[in-house]
């Protein structure tokens, strides 16, 4: 018999295992060639050449038994090393090894910090439409996952809600930039708001809340946009990234955490983020930690989604749908033409057309249209989209 807290994992999680099998019953029934999957937010795009040559050169040049062993929780010091090297720079902040845990991708890495930080039934604050994994990984150690909106139609953090939703029990504050689902990076003057709330009720209460940064898909930003190194606002902040983007990993399950100096009471923290990956995947791919290292100055063909997503926003907006200003990762976030999000997808399926009902993310009345797809997709499933909206706007 599973337990309870596995048992509301699974509830959760089903409309989400359910879009990884709709791509495969669409194009049963309208040959794959006729089906438009901006469901999924797998990279499309393959890894830089530098991934493959690092692999070759060491599994040619490293002794096996070296290569294959455990690494110690936090990982290699060569590659922290040259991790923190490379962040230091890009940030212009201090960081040494003592400052970057290796970790198994960010689902791994938000795992482990839960693990460290959660007792049973603390509160974790989530601006909403969010990843809808954070359930599960709050629900796993006992937290409580208390969501909160975020501004309307700009999707931005709305701190005066943050502010709200803090009490005693607020152990946590999890956000993500660039945002999945909402491709909305947050700006240095939201990130600064938010400082504040966290500032006056840590304060007025008598708390220190830890702002937790899951930022997987950092790089991939367009234009202007740009992802500050947060912990400059806030002090007692966490960051978390991720190689599965930028590197187009997502299999090889590598990734790292940011623990500065400044969070509160780090020796202990350091100690117990270490444990928590000790005592759940021990320690992240040795290999892929010596990729990581190697290809820190490396990405992958970013400007095949920047090309992507011009094409998408351009092609959708004149058609008259409307969406959030798309500037990172490589998500739209589209008004439902229609008042129900869910009936939307669903009828989006008739066309052929696969994407994500904004519910799933606490974010009804939206769908999520996934561009990590072909340019060719794109372009084929535009005149499909028009058709649809037609036929709603129309009431057929
Ligand atoms: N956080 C967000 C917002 C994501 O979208 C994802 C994956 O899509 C993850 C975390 C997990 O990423 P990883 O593959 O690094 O575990």
Known sequence: MISERMQRTLEGGKAMAELFTAGERLAKQFGPENVYNFAIGNPNVPAPASVKDTIIDLVTNTPEVALHSYTGPEGFKDVRKAIAEHDREKYGVDLTEKNIFMVAGAGGGLNAILLTLLDEGDEVIVPAPYFPEYEAYVNNYGGVLVDVPTKPGTFELDPREIKKAITRKTKVVLINTPNNP?????????????????????????????????????????GDAYVPFIPKFYDNTIICY???????????????VTLPDSVTGFKEMAAGLSTAIRSTFVNAPAIMQKVAAACINDECDIAYYERNRDALFKGLTDIGYECTTPNGAFYLWLKAPMDDDAEF????????????????????????????????????????????????????
């Open 182 to 222: 909402t491709g909305v990076v947050y700006t240095e003057e939201n990130l600064r708001d938010l400082e504040k709330v966290l500032v006056d009720k840590n304060n007025d209460l008598g708390i220190d809340i830890t702002l937790v940064s899951d930022e997987p898909y950092r790089d991939l930003i367009y």
């Open 242 to 256: 991720s190689f599965s983007k930028s590197l187009s990993l997502p299999g090889e399950r590598i990734g790292y």
């Open 345 to 396: 997808a669903k009828k989006a399926e008739d066309y052929g057309i696969l994407v994500v009902p904004g519910s799933a993310f606490k974010g009804p009345g939206y769908v999520r249209v996934s561009y990590c797809v072909a340019y060719e997709t794109i372009e084929a499933a535009l005149p499909k989209f028009k058709e649809l909206f037609d036929d709603v706007k129309a009431g057929r």
